[in-house]
């Protein structure tokens, strides 16, 4: 393969069985099995994120994949704990909201919510001892070790993802094949699980070598790589690959919602927060309304999941993106509209052409 | 010089007169002429920060550089606006730290504080036409048109530090000679000043390459940047040379109380935050006592740099570095503790050999 010749790591290529060190980032709601196909087609992994599917419809996108592509494929999964509710608290919030429902003309939610993503469980498992995936991510740490077990005598390389040296570590010390650092500048759900501290939260520049200096299993960068430049600077930085979400929410393949494109491509960098108020749990989202009339990080929001449900009315109602989650990393002014299969090559190009440093005299290298 | 052949981009060395694209973040109280000289020796850009000097101590620096060697140097300067005082706002604050004057057994000051660090002004400008520093650096903005004139006509190179695309933008527009990306990853203040939010900086991965993509002049790195391997990184994203803090920070050179000394070396990647507490600006420390007790922002502080007065009597008594400033930037795990000079060539010759890219067929490149 000429392209292992191209990277200075390959192990992730190994790891994986692709040709392209560019891991499709696993986005719930926004990239099935069309974008994850585009993606292996193009040379990198493709994923699935399977949290929020009932297992029929994650049943579909993997028979949609396998159907247009042999490719390895990646299961995502998540393994937060199960929230309790506590009525009080959840009234609270629905009182915090009440002048949004009010505005917006509809009611707030009646009933006691119901947590619409499942934390990966023997379900699920017997789920991925069916489907058979090459790979199985988790986010928000690792299932219990009976089910990581089964997960691994399947033959699936496990990978997890780390927002700090310390959960890394702990990956690693459970087993996972390789660790996802996941920069502060990614967006969508930080995958954090042994702090709740947002404002610690490390930036990727910092992160990914202190990470690559802790494990010994491959290190997947992610977080504010949009472009050939940022994936040329990640293997400088010791990564093995990179896992880009946000700049294939600009694919057609992407299933973005119009409020949240446009909102994407409004561009800018300095737009964006880390958030609560959204699904419970830290997640970098552009500013929007809600974000910034409550501020962004809440510690009365309900637990994970279930602060979506008191915001569903709204949503319902919300062409503007005002009550609606704009996910969104640091970088996405970097990103292009291409399909997916081509976006791929051409993000492996351009860092491969970085890597070589053309325009250096050859004979200093 | 063979060096040039080394680095994809030598503009900022041709632009600074230096030997390795590396210069030393200027930090008050923790860097004076010793290191900045050493960081000459070395072959970087040493600096000299001014803000909080007396124009007579900042007299002495110079001529302690200059006596030492007849490298460039940089002179920093603050351009924060002159704090109004707000006594009501300033008593309330003294209420709320009165618990710790009481622990400590300290009286709360008893008069209204005075600015220690004055924004560059026409005595500051008369400084720099008399000492003729080769390089001139601002940070929070930059000064009015008529002084910044008056600085340019003395032939200095001017920088300016920006953390965020318009900061970027609006630097070069008034004519800078290079502009400072300073990732959210970075220790000490950080150089805002079209924005006060904290919540959406941008990490440096993210950062640079929009940066440099943004402007025409070069762009120097900063934040999170702490070996070689960050300054390899740093122009695989387009960089021309890299400002490093708190990796000097561990030179013998530096004046670094003792308390900090001990909290920097205690390692650590996610135990930073930005703090206003200290000084009334958003600026990045290690978390302490005073910080984890009182939430590390609070709009109520006073305003730069106020806040430090309402701690002085509290710092005075402090052993512990529960009330002092811990500035440190998120990468500092990765220092090593060396004379200056020689870091800054070790972190140089790391940088080029880790973009020579040993191990990879010639032939590919």
Same mark, same amino acid.
């Given at each position: 393969m000429v392209d292992d010749l191209t990277w200075p790591d390959t192990r992730a290529l190994d790891l994986f069985g692709i040709e392209r060190p560019i891991l499709l980032a696993p986005m719930? *709601?926004?990239? =099935?099995a069309a974008l994850a196909a585009a993606v292996a087609e193009g040379g990198g992994l493709g994923a699935i994120p399977?949290?929020?599917?009932?297992r029929e419809e994650a049943q579909a996108e993997v028979a949609a994949f396998r159907a247009r592509t042999r490719a390895p494929l990646n299961l995502n999964f998540f393994c937060h704990a199960p929230p309790s509710i506590d009525p009080q608290r959840w009234q609270a919030w629905l009182a915090r909201l009440a002048p949004y429902y009010a505005e917006r003309h509809v009611a707030a939610p009646q009933t006691m919510p119901v947590a619409t993503r499942q934390p990966f469980d023997a379900a699920a498992c017997a789920f991925v001892e069916a489907v058979r995936p090459q790979v199985v991510s988790f986010h928000f740490g690792l299932p219990p070790a009976d089910l990581l077990a089964r997960v691994r005598a399947t033959g699936a390389v496990v990978i997890g993802s780390a927002t700090t040296v310390r959960e890394a570590c702990w990956l690693a010390a459970h087993g996972v094949d390789a660790v996802i650092a996941q *920069?502060?500048?990614? *967006?969508?759900?930080? *995958?954090?699980?042994l702090t709740d501290e947002v404002a610690t939260q490390v930036g990727l520049f910092a992160l990914l070598p202190q990470v690559v200096d802790a494990v010994d299993v491959p290190v997947i960068a992610a977080g504010g790589i949009a472009d050939g430049r940022g994936i040329a600077a990640a293997f400088a930085l010791g990564a093995s690959a990179v896992q880009i979400g946000t700049a294939y929410l600009?694919?057609?393949e992407a299933t973005v919602p119009a409020a949240h494109r446009a909102a994407l491509r409004s561009? =800018?960098?300095?737009d964006t927060a880390l958030t609560?108020?959204?699904?419970g749990r830290p997640a970098r989202g552009i500013v929007n309304r809600l974000m910034r009339e409550q501020g962004p990080? @809440?510690?009365?929001?309900?637990p994970f999941p279930l602060a979506g449900a008191a915001l569903a009315p709204l949503r319902a109602q919300?062409?503007?993106? @005002?009550?609606?989650a704009l996910w969104s990393g640091?970088?996405?002014?970097?990103a292009v509209e291409l399909p997916a299969a081509a976006l791929t090559r051409r993000l492996a190009e351009q860092a491969a052409a970085r890597l070589a440093r053309p325009g250096v005299p050859p004979r200093m290298i």
């Open positions: 719930a *709601g926004a990239g =099935g399977c949290a929020a599917l009932a *920069g502060a500048e990614a *967006g969508g759900h930080r *995958g954090m699980f600009f694919c057609p561009g =800018g960098d300095a609560n108020l959204f699904s990080v @809440d510690p009365a929001a309900p919300d062409a503007t993106g @005002d009550f609606g640091q970088a996405r002014a970097l």
